[in-house]
Structure formats: C-alpha cells, structure tokens
C-alpha cells in the first residue's frame, strides 16, 4: 500500500516505509509515521510517499506488498523521491537471514536511494562502526524472532497441557467452548469466531447429538462391519447424512481423519506437525506428539479407538509385501485395470496410500506386479522434465553466482531464480510434440503466478531427453496451456540464445528495454 503526497520546491523529496506486526504493537504505523515526520523535518526531507504494511510479519517479503512494490518502484529507476526513512532495522525486516535485508538495502542504495533508519543509535552513512552496528542490528532482529518463537511454542504448549485447545479446528462432532479468566462457561464459538480477551480460553466440547451419533456409526462400520473408508462415505452420502466437506460430500478422507484422531477419545493432541518462522509445514515423529488425555467428555471410548487403529496397522503392516502384490493381481484380473479410485472400491485391495507406503510410489507397485498403465509414460516424462529443468536452473546459478540467486520454497512453490536487482526470472520446460504436419512443436504451460516474469522457454529435442534450444520472453501474456512453434509469435518475439553463457547479458537487456517502457509510460 502506497500514498503519494507534492513536496515542496525547497525541500529534498523521500518516502516513508512503515511496517506494524499486529494492531496491538507499541511500534504502531501511526507511531512511526510521527517519529519519521520530525526526522524529515530536522534534515530538510519532506515526505512525498509513503508505503505501508499492516499487521505483517517481517520474517519474509512474500507477504509484505508495500515493502515489494516499494522495491519495484526503486529498482524501475522513475521514483518521485531520493531516500527512504524507516524507523529502525526491525520495521525494516526481521529477516533470518541478515544478509538478505542487507540485500534489499542495497537494491534501494544502487538505485541512488538511499535507506535511512531514523530511531537508531548509529548513523546513516558507510563509517566503520556504523557499518559494524548495522549489522549487529540486523542480526539482532532476526534473533528477536527466533527467540520469540521458542517462547511462544513453551506458551503453547502449556496450555495444552493444561487442557485448552491451541489453534485446531474441532473437527465433525466437536465445538469449541469460550471460557472465562475464573473457568465459567461464556459461550460456544461459531466458525471463524475468536475469543476477544487474551485471559479467556478455548476448550472443546460434544457436538450437535446427529453428528456425535454419525462419528459413532463410522466406528462401529469399520470395527464391525470391516467397511473401508470409500464404502464408509459412499453409505453417509447415500443416507444423506450431512457434513462440514467443502463439496456438503463425505469423502474417503474424512472419515480416515476421523478413525485416526485420538481427540474422539476426548484428548487433546498437539504438535503433529511444525512451522517455525514461516518455514515449510513438517510431520513430526509420533513420540514428539504431546497427547493429554480425558480433557473433555469422549465421543469413542479407548478400546473402541484402539480397535480401529489395530485395523488400520494391520491393513498396512501385518501383511507381507508378497499378500498386497497378490491382491493387487487379483483386482488387476477382476477390473482389467488399475487405478487409484478402483483400488479404493475394492474392499480387499491395499489402497494407493498403503502402496506409497510399503513399494515407495504406485508405479513402483504397478511395476513388480508386471503391470503398465497408459499412464506411465506421462508420469516418466514429467519425473524426466522435472529433473531437467532442476539441472538447468542449478547450471544458471552456478554459472552466476554474484548475479542469479535461487530461490527454493519447499514442495508447494516452483524453483525460480532472483537477479541480483530482485528481478524474478522462471524457468519452463517445454516438452516436444510430434504432429502428422510436420514442424517442430512446443507445449507451453505457464503458471498465473509468473506471467510477469522473465520467462526462460527451455525447449526439448524430439526425444524429450534434452534441451536443444532456449528462448528469453519478457512474459507471458496469456493463461491455459498451448503449443508453439520456431516461428510462432511468442517465440519471435524473444531472444533466442545459442550459448546459455550469454543469458546474463540478454537478460540485462531485457531489464533495460522494461525499464526504459516503464520511463515512456
């Protein structure tokens, strides 16, 4: 978020960044705004924008869009002013790494903006100790996070132990229940609802009596009636039964969570998994699990929730590697073929999460029973794309190392590489296709996300086993997958390199025609 006010002939133009964690922080926006406008008015500065991040966690800059566009306006080289004031290091960023908000500054500073900290001890220029204070400082913010994560996951965790739920959903046949500081009872939270008082705490209670009732019955078909979870949803569905999925369909996924969640037994179960600092989500070890039982009144006693994971065990660990192949033959034999879904139909049939489990994918599975879906070849070809294209964008990186930074979010976002002036560049290969017309073709799946990027279009030989061709597109302006061809107009309209070790000249280029659009417009 940005404002823009007109400066004053007679004073020096410079934008405020200002940036709040939560509503409640003593460095409020309002508080910052104050403190930056009698800095800009003891050193001649009068503030021409400002760019604001509310209630924003400064740990990464994917969720800070003032802080981003206030990168993109600097870096587009048409900006109104020549500095920008923050209050201190902190409001700047608490970034784990204190290189990458010494990175970010120094994008503002080449680009003849410079960044001035108003509350900080030190001062704004390149002297040694105010150099070698900066830098303590930054380290400094980001140690101020990873402590107060340590703090705030002990809190946490007390409070479980002490019988209050910790930012779970209830789950299909549960509530949560509003308490009082003193332990009475205030009222029961609706979806979305939070309590209002930091001293006021959450605990869970039983659920409308039908759906108490329906989580009783998915116990008693699958410990009685050995029923799996797709016969399970498919009986709910038919009976109408309704429930909190997304779709108002019972799912095979629903009522797994519900057979294998200890909270029906009426105990609270904490630290399943783990997301310090903004980091990727990770499964923790069942002996890290923090499991305090008889909170709340049970929906399933012990035995009966025991019965059910004893089931759930045995139908992926007591049979042997040879009985799940020999099933899965037996259902190969019946249907003439396998799928995901057919395996969850079939009673007996080991389902596609027990093969991940025990054979490591599916294929895997399909392959030591002699058996090949048409399927196969698709998958072998994107594992080999995906393998390619991690080779290529590692190639880039190590080719410039001063220039190209990769960039690597976890499992859930694409690879892509950061030009050292922050500019994002994605990398797709594109698979070859064969058609009766002859002609080379291309198959071009962008992402929305990267439209906008510098696009690098890796195009495969006619085998699919190798790059033979690259093309630099300064984006990619439509959605939906298609083909393309040498001469096709996406294509001549990039920069097709020959040697990849001119890619950092072309893309140099590229940043400068966008910049002098940008000027122009």
């Known amino acids: 978020m940005s404002t823009v006010d007109v400066p004053p002939t007679s004073t020096l133009p410079v934008a405020q960044y200002l940036r709040a964690s939560s509503e409640h922080q003593q460095f409020s926006t309002t508080n910052q705004r104050q403190a930056l406008a009698l800095y800009a008015t003891a050193n001649g500065f009068q503030v021409v924008q400002t760019y604001i991040d509310e209630a924003k966690s400064g740990l990464v800059l994917k969720h800070r869009p003032g802080l981003q566009q206030l990168l993109r306006d600097v870096v587009s080289d048409s900006v109104p002013y020549k500095a920008i004031l923050v209050y201190d290091v902190s409001r700047w960023g608490r970034f784990l790494d204190s290189d990458e908000s010494a990175h970010y500054e120094f994008v503002c500073k080449s680009s003849g903006v410079p960044v001035h900290y108003c509350a900080e001890v030190f001062g704004n220029d390149s002297s040694m100790p105010n150099l070698i204070m900066k830098a303590v400082k930054r380290s400094m913010a980001g140690e101020y ?150 909170v709340f009144e049970a929906i399933v006693d012990q035995t009966t929730y025991e019965r059910a994971q004893a089931i759930r065990f045995d139908q992926i660990w007591n049979r042997s590697d040879a009985d799940l192949l020999d099933r899965l033959r037996v259902v190969l034999r019946k249907c003439g073929r396998l799928s995901s879904d057919i395996l969850m139909q079939n009673l007996e049939a080991p389902s596609a999460t027990t093969c991940r489990t025990r054979f490591g994918s599916l294929m895997k599975a399909y392959e030591l029973i002699g058996y090949r879906p048409r399927i196969a070849a698709t998958v072998e070809l994107r594992t080999r794309l995906r393998s390619l294209r991690k080779r290529l964008i590692d190639d880039l ?104 070790r001119r890619f950092l000249n072309v893309l140099d280029e590229m940043r400068i025609r966008r910049r002098t659009k940008i000027r122009a417009i």
């Open 397 to 500: 990186a190590a080719l410039f190392p001063k220039e190209l930074t990769l960039v690597d979010h976890g499992k859930q976002l694409r690879t892509y590489l950061r030009h050292r002036t922050g500019l994002k560049v994605c990398v797709r290969a594109c698979r070859s296709i064969v058609r009766q017309q002859g002609g080379a073709r291309w198959v071009v799946e962008p992402y929305i996300k990267e439209n906008r990027w510098i696009t690098l279009l890796a195009l495969l030989n006619s085998n699919n086993t190798k790059f033979e061709k690259f093309v630099l597109l300064s984006g990619i302006p439509f959605r939906g997958k298609i083909t393309v061809g040498l001469k096709d107009g996406l294509v001549k309209s990039g920069s097709k390199l020959t040697d990849l």
């Open 145 to 294: 996070s990873r402590e107060l994560s340590a703090k705030v996951a002990c809190g946490l965790e007390r409070l479980v132990r002490n019988g209050f739920r910790s930012g779970s959903v209830p789950g299909y046949g549960l509530r949560r229940l509003l308490l009082a500081a003193d332990g009475s009872r205030k009222q029961q939270l609706k979806l979305h609802e939070r309590k209002s008082l930091a001293s006021d705490r959450v605990v869970y209670e039983l659920g409308p009596p039908d759906e108490v009732q329906c989580v009783r019955d998915i116990y008693k078909m699958f410990i009685e009636k050995r029923m799996n979870y797709v016969s399970i949803a498919r009986t709910l569905n038919e009976g109408g039964v309704p429930t909190v999925c997304k779709n108002g369909r019972w799912t095979h996924v629903a009522v797994r969570t519900i057979l294998s969640r200890a909270k029906y037994t009426g105990a609270l179960v904490y630290n399943r998994t783990t997301q310090r600092l903004q980091g990727p989500t990770h499964n923790l070890p069942k002996s890290e699990w923090i499991v305090v039982p008889d």
